[in-house]
């Protein structure tokens, strides 16, 4: 099956460059659900919120209960904003982040990439606060061959070092391609083998790997320690198997989460790439089914 996601992806860089809107988003009467111990929320899910209206759609964030977000589309600014004034407003509504999604800059290219600007991409994440900055994607022409995967296992390295000396831990997050065979080998491992493990560590997006054919419990195992962030979003349990609110579809997260010592981890963020209704009303569903878990 084809990357369900590709083409919305290719928006990913896009975002940041938009100006924020003036006016509010409606108000909604979505009512926070049970706190969730370290729950976060990738923004990603939110795009089209946030380029319409940016503090008003992280105000409902927060009203739903999420206390972390995930930053996306860095391109030197974030949403238009500087470092410190993005701090500022995500501290006016009890937000942190603990992490941002960045992108390699080969296929598309941008500063804030790891190819373009990655000393001031790290510097401005300290300043906000980021822990871990995390290779998000790699667009279809950034991977045509097996030897494409050593190469980005030398960047990941030498950007990991970068991270390194500001005090952030460098991450790659998967989609279902990294575990298609190519030239008999699978990518993930790849990448796995020829990384350093204490310099790249792995956010593990449960979906993806589940949707590949994956044991996210047994890569665990595999790999222990070495998965601090994990991206939790359900799969539909008939048709095409796409994006569902947690809760509501065929995953068990309850044997997921139970292994989180095994995993390492730290951080657990709610992305949905896609949402068949409104993106606000999902990622309340997720957070109110995360609550009923022994997390």
Same mark, same amino acid.
């Given at each position: 099956?084809?990357?369900?996601?590709?083409?919305?992806?290719?928006?990913?860089?896009k975002?940041?460059?938009?100006?924020?809107?003036?006016?509010?988003?409606?108000?909604?009467?979505?009512?926070?659900?049970?706190?969730?111990?370290?729950?976060?929320?990738?923004?990603?899910?939110?795009?089209?919120?946030? *380029? &319409?209206?940016?503090?008003?759609?992280?105000?409902?964030?927060?009203?739903?209960?999420? &206390?972390?977000?995930?930053?996306?589309?860095?391109n030197?600014?974030?949403?238009?904003?500087?470092?410190?004034?993005? %701090?500022?407003?995500?501290?006016?509504?009890?937000?942190?982040?603990?992490?941002?999604?960045?992108?390699?800059?080969?296929?598309?290219k941008? @500063?804030?990439?790891?190819?373009?600007?990655?000393?001031?991409?790290?510097?401005?994440?300290? !300043?906000?606060? =980021?822990?871990?900055?995390?290779?998000?994607?790699?667009f279809?022409?950034?991977?045509? &061959?097996?030897?494409?995967? &050593?190469e980005?296992?030398?960047?990941?390295?030498?950007?990991?070092?970068?991270?390194?000396?500001?005090?952030? =831990?460098?991450?790659?997050?998967?989609?279902?391609?990294?575990?298609?065979?190519?030239?008999g080998?699978?990518?993930?491992?790849?990448?796995?083998?020829?990384?350093?493990? %204490?310099?790249?560590?792995?956010?593990?997006?449960?979906?993806?790997?589940?949707?590949?054919?994956?044991d996210?419990?047994?890569?665990?195992?595999?790999?222990?320690?070495?998965?601090?962030?994990?991206?939790? %979003?359900?799969?539909? @349990?008939?048709?095409?198997? !796409?994006?569902?609110?947690?809760? *509501?579809?065929?995953?068990?997260? =309850?044997?997921?989460?139970?292994?989180? %010592?095994?995993?390492?981890?730290?951080?657990?963020?709610?992305?949905?790439?896609? !949402?068949k209704?409104?993106?606000?009303?999902?990622?309340? *569903?997720?957070?109110?089914?995360?609550?009923?878990?022994?997390?």
């Amino acid at each position: 099956m084809t990357l369900i996601n590709q083409n919305s992806r290719r928006d990913f860089l896009k975002v940041g460059a938009l100006a924020t809107a003036a006016a509010l988003l409606p108000r909604t009467n979505l009512l926070a659900a049970p706190a969730t111990q370290h729950a976060g929320l990738q923004l990603y899910t939110l795009r089209n919120e946030l *380029t &319409k209206d940016l503090e008003g759609t992280l105000r409902q964030v927060a009203k739903i209960g999420y &206390k972390e977000v995930e930053m996306f589309a860095y391109n030197g600014k974030f949403f238009g904003k500087s470092a410190a004034e993005m %701090k500022a407003l995500l501290k006016s509504l009890n937000l942190s982040v603990p992490s941002g999604h960045y992108t390699v800059g080969k296929a598309m290219k941008g @500063k804030g990439t790891l190819l373009d600007g990655w000393k001031e991409a790290v510097d401005d994440a300290a !300043t906000l606060g =980021q822990k871990y900055m995390v290779c998000a994607y790699l667009f279809p022409d950034e991977r045509t &061959k097996l030897d494409d995967y &050593k190469e980005y296992a030398d960047l990941f390295n030498k950007s990991a070092e970068v991270c390194k000396s500001a005090g952030i =831990q460098f991450c790659y997050h998967n989609h279902d391609f990294e575990f298609k065979e190519m030239d008999g080998q699978l990518p993930y491992d790849l990448l796995l083998k020829n990384t350093d493990p %204490k310099l790249v560590k792995l956010e593990l997006d449960l979906y993806w790997a589940t949707f590949a054919g994956q044991d996210p419990v047994a890569l665990f195992k595999k790999s222990p320690g070495r998965y601090p962030l994990w991206h939790v %979003k359900d799969m539909e @349990k008939e048709g095409d198997h !796409t994006f569902a609110p947690v809760g *509501t579809g065929s995953i068990n997260f =309850q044997r997921i989460f139970d292994a989180k %010592k095994i995993a390492g981890m730290t951080h657990y963020f709610v992305e949905q790439d896609q !949402t068949k209704g409104p993106a606000l009303e999902a990622i309340a *569903t997720s957070y109110k089914n995360l609550g009923k878990l022994n997390v």
